[in-house]
Protein backbone atom coordinates (compact mmCIF):
# COMPACT_ATOMS: atom_id res chain seq x y z
CA UNK A 1 0.00 0.00 0.00
CA UNK A 2 1.56 3.69 -0.94
CA UNK A 3 1.43 6.59 1.29
CA UNK A 4 0.57 10.21 -0.06
CA UNK A 5 3.39 12.30 0.91
CA UNK A 6 2.36 14.79 4.04
CA UNK A 7 1.45 18.19 3.20
CA UNK A 8 5.00 19.55 5.59
CA UNK A 9 7.04 16.65 2.66
CA UNK A 10 5.43 18.22 -0.42
CA UNK A 11 6.42 21.61 1.30
CA UNK A 12 9.79 20.63 1.00
CA UNK A 13 9.69 18.53 -1.98
CA UNK A 14 8.59 22.61 -3.12
CA UNK A 15 10.99 24.29 -2.02
CA UNK A 16 13.94 22.33 -2.96
CA UNK A 17 12.42 22.68 -6.34
CA UNK A 18 12.07 26.17 -6.06
CA UNK A 19 15.47 26.93 -4.78
CA UNK A 20 16.67 24.60 -8.16
CA UNK A 21 14.83 26.70 -10.40
CA UNK A 22 16.07 30.09 -8.75
CA UNK A 23 19.57 28.73 -8.89
CA UNK A 24 18.75 27.53 -12.55
CA UNK A 25 17.46 31.32 -13.39
CA UNK A 26 20.73 32.43 -11.72
CA UNK A 27 22.60 30.39 -14.63
CA UNK A 28 20.39 31.48 -17.34
CA UNK A 29 20.65 35.13 -16.24
CA UNK A 30 24.88 34.46 -17.01
CA UNK A 31 24.30 32.60 -20.35
CA UNK A 32 25.17 35.20 -23.55
CA UNK A 33 21.83 33.53 -25.09
CA UNK A 34 19.47 34.94 -23.02
CA UNK A 35 18.07 38.27 -24.02
CA UNK A 36 19.68 41.70 -21.99
CA UNK A 37 15.71 42.25 -20.35
CA UNK A 38 15.34 38.61 -19.01
CA UNK A 39 18.45 38.91 -17.55
CA UNK A 40 17.88 42.04 -15.49
CA UNK A 41 14.18 40.41 -14.53
CA UNK A 42 15.95 37.20 -13.62
CA UNK A 43 19.09 39.23 -11.76
CA UNK A 44 15.95 40.75 -9.82
CA UNK A 45 14.17 37.85 -9.06
CA UNK A 46 17.08 35.45 -7.80
CA UNK A 47 18.71 38.78 -5.85
CA UNK A 48 15.13 39.07 -3.96
CA UNK A 49 14.80 35.57 -3.26
CA UNK A 50 18.31 35.13 -1.81
CA UNK A 51 18.33 38.58 -0.21
CA UNK A 52 17.89 38.72 3.75
CA UNK A 53 15.75 41.59 3.36
CA UNK A 54 11.89 41.39 2.10
CA UNK A 55 9.74 43.54 0.92
CA UNK A 56 7.47 42.42 3.90
CA UNK A 57 9.38 41.54 6.89
CA UNK A 58 9.55 37.96 8.13
CA UNK A 59 7.99 38.74 11.64
CA UNK A 60 5.09 40.49 10.21
CA UNK A 61 2.39 37.60 10.90
CA UNK A 62 1.02 35.92 8.15
CA UNK A 63 1.80 38.94 5.71
CA UNK A 64 6.05 38.23 6.02
CA UNK A 65 5.75 34.80 4.78
CA UNK A 66 3.22 35.68 2.07
CA UNK A 67 5.13 37.78 -0.11
CA UNK A 68 7.86 35.00 -0.32
CA UNK A 69 4.96 32.40 -1.26
CA UNK A 70 3.39 34.33 -4.12
CA UNK A 71 6.30 36.81 -4.97
CA UNK A 72 9.53 34.84 -5.83
CA UNK A 73 7.04 32.08 -7.71
CA UNK A 74 5.35 34.34 -9.55
CA UNK A 75 8.80 36.41 -10.49
CA UNK A 76 10.64 32.59 -11.12
CA UNK A 77 7.42 32.00 -13.39
CA UNK A 78 7.45 35.05 -15.62
CA UNK A 79 11.53 34.93 -15.96
CA UNK A 80 11.40 31.96 -17.57
CA UNK A 81 8.69 32.77 -19.90
CA UNK A 82 11.35 35.60 -21.14
CA UNK A 83 14.31 33.09 -21.13
CA UNK A 84 14.60 30.43 -24.12
CA UNK A 85 13.43 27.10 -23.46
CA UNK A 86 16.62 25.18 -24.89
CA UNK A 87 18.95 27.80 -22.23
CA UNK A 88 16.78 27.12 -19.39
CA UNK A 89 17.16 23.04 -20.21
CA UNK A 90 20.52 23.27 -20.33
CA UNK A 91 20.73 25.67 -16.64
CA UNK A 92 18.22 23.36 -15.30
CA UNK A 93 20.20 20.31 -15.74
CA UNK A 94 23.66 21.95 -14.32
CA UNK A 95 21.62 23.45 -11.49
CA UNK A 96 20.45 19.96 -10.84
CA UNK A 97 23.98 19.01 -10.67
CA UNK A 98 24.94 21.30 -8.41
CA UNK A 99 21.52 20.82 -5.95
CA UNK A 100 22.56 16.77 -6.18
CA UNK A 101 25.57 17.52 -5.56
CA UNK A 102 25.06 18.70 -2.16
CA UNK A 103 27.22 22.05 -3.18
CA UNK A 104 26.02 25.10 -0.92
CA UNK A 105 24.90 27.95 -2.91
CA UNK A 106 22.55 29.49 -0.53
CA UNK A 107 25.71 30.19 1.48
CA UNK A 108 27.81 32.31 -1.26
CA UNK A 109 24.80 34.14 -3.16
CA UNK A 110 23.59 35.22 0.44
CA UNK A 111 27.05 36.66 1.31
CA UNK A 112 27.12 38.49 -2.58
CA UNK A 113 23.50 39.90 -1.58
CA UNK A 114 25.07 41.10 2.03
CA UNK A 115 27.77 42.62 0.01
CA UNK A 116 25.33 44.28 -2.50
CA UNK A 117 23.08 45.67 0.07
CA UNK A 118 26.11 47.24 2.15
CA UNK A 119 27.38 48.50 -1.08
CA UNK A 120 23.85 50.29 -1.20
CA UNK A 121 23.94 51.07 2.62
CA UNK A 122 27.86 52.85 1.65
CA UNK A 123 26.65 54.64 -1.27
CA UNK A 124 23.38 56.18 0.72
CA UNK A 125 25.95 57.17 3.39
CA UNK A 126 27.74 59.07 1.37
CA UNK A 127 25.03 60.87 -0.52
CA UNK A 128 23.38 61.82 2.59
CA UNK A 129 26.72 63.43 3.92
CA UNK A 130 27.14 65.32 0.99
CA UNK A 131 24.13 66.61 1.01
CA UNK A 132 24.13 67.66 4.57
CA UNK A 133 27.11 69.07 4.16
Known amino acids: METRPTLWQT ?6 QL ?17 WY ?3 FAVLVVAYAFSP ?9 VLGYLDDLVLIPAGVALALKMIPPAVMAECRAEAQLTVQGGRRIGQ ?17 A ?3 FRLIR
Open 11 to 16: WKLKSR
Open 19 to 35: KAETYALYLAYRDPRTP
Open 38 to 40: ARV
Open 53 to 61: IDLIPDFVP
Open 108 to 124: FAAAVIIMIWAGIIVLM
Open 126 to 128: IWA
